[in-house]
């Protein structure tokens, strides 16, 4: 069995931001309960007791939100707390993870974080002007200065932590600039996902959509500035371009989304409802709740559902196309509808013909120093 991944909402989708582009908050209007509240602390003590029968060798508890600190610190307290003096009967490695906006990252929180090995990932839209533009608090004002008070403070206490931005027409344009303003700033681990318009809506009607062309020029600007650090020795990790890297060495990419199959992933609602992917944690995709199922009974229920299945369908375009090794059709979500006996091809599919043209022979290239160790990480 691979590692279990463990992606738990303990403030369910509330939040003490207002992103102008949210997907989450966009799942919430689509499902019957918007808010499940606060996860008690007897169910996150049931996840960690049947994930430690489950599981093999190896879990990350990951947590997100919504905002996950809104949980509070005492509840990440009592979690550490109960999983060190757990008696882990197939001692199991546990990893934490933590995804936050950084509203509430005070010295507290970063002490904790860096005390128990937290790998933190901080949401941040490159350069002030486009942070402040959709990254809002309750009160409408911009979050940027917050943000990068909440990064030192967590770079004061050692915490491990990458950046998440998330690419909207504003970033797109602004690609080679966010990646030397990241440069400047030390922000050496980036991770960047592609905005998403809302469910069932014709995408490309917001003033944030990113358009495919748009998606295409960004990763080709993202490309040229990292191929250069890359190709004089300097590491910079691109989560996209290295799992790129990952299948080119006929390794499985990390990330899900570039498997052409969804992963078995597991998220966790606050009231212990269990969901197959972030993406997907509505109501038609439940597969049942922690506090009455076991994992099994959940996975099979995942299989009733077809969720994977179906994600293995594969367009016969994409089948043909030059770059369906590396590509796969890329994730779900942006393939919808999917069905048992169709799918649909990528809705960025422009974007990765435009970047493989344009990049391939120098992505061969870096993988080809990186492979002779000319590239340390
Ligand atoms: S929908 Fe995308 S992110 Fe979710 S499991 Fe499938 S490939 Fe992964
Ligand atoms: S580039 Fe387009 S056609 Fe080619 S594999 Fe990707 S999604 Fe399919």
Redesign the pocket.
């Known amino acids: 069995m691979p590692a279990l991944s463990l992606l738990i909402k303990p403030a369910s989708g509330n939040c003490n931001m207002r992103c102008r582009y949210c997907f989450y908050a966009d799942e919430l209007d689509n499902r019957e309960i918007r808010s499940y509240g606060k996860m008690s602390v007897d169910t996150m003590h049931t996840i960690v007791d049947k994930a430690m029968e489950y599981g093999d060798y190896e879990c990350t508890i990951a947590f997100q939100g919504g905002e996950p600190t809104l949980a509070g610190l005492d509840f990440y307290r009592d979690l550490v707390a109960y999983v060190t003096a757990h008696e882990n009967p197939k001692k199991l490695k546990i990893h934490y993870a933590l995804q936050t906006n950084g509203y509430l990252i005070n010295e507290e929180w970063a002490a904790f974080l860096g005390e128990n090995h937290f790998l933190v990932g901080v949401s941040l839209d490159g350069l002030k002007e486009i942070h402040d533009r959709y990254r809002l608090d309750a009160a409408g004002k911009g979050t940027y200065q917050r943000v990068i008070s909440a990064i030192r403070l967590l770079e004061k206490h050692q915490v491990e932590y990458n950046i998440l931005t998330v690419v909207t027409a504003a970033t797109a344009r602004n690609g080679q600039k966010i990646y030397n303003y990241f440069k400047k700033n030390h922000f050496g681990y980036q991770q960047y996902i592609e905005c998403l318009d809302p469910i069932g809506e014709e995408p490309g009607q917001h003033e944030y959509s990113l358009t495919p062309e748009k998606y295409g020029e960004f990763l080709k600007s993202m490309f040229d500035a990292w191929y250069l650090d890359m190709r004089s020795g300097t590491y910079v990790y691109n989560r996209y371009f290295e799992n790129l890297m990952m299948i080119m060495a006929g390794q499985q990419p990390e990330s899900c989304n570039m498997r052409g199959v969804c992963g078995k992933q597991w998220v966790f609602e606050a009231d212990g409802s269990v969901y197959p992917c972030d993406f997907y944690a509505l109501d038609q995709w439940r597969l049942g709740n922690i506090q009455e199922n076991s994992f099994e009974e959940m996975d099979e229920k995942r299989d009733e559902l077809g969720f994977i299945q179906w994600s293995m369908r594969q ?1 016969e ?2 089948q043909k ?1 030059r ?2 090794g590396l ?4 994730c779900r979500r942006n393939r919808e509808p999917v069905t048992a006996e169709n799918t649909n ?2 809705y960025f ?1 422009k974007s ?2 435009m970047f ?1 043209e344009y990049a391939y022979p120098r992505l061969r290239e870096i993988y080809q120093l990186y492979m002779a160790g000319r590239i340390r990480k």
């Not at 590509?327 to 890329?330: A, F, S, V």
């Open positions: 367009q375009d994409c196309c770059w369906f590509c796969r059709n890329g091809r990528n599919c990765y013909q493989f």
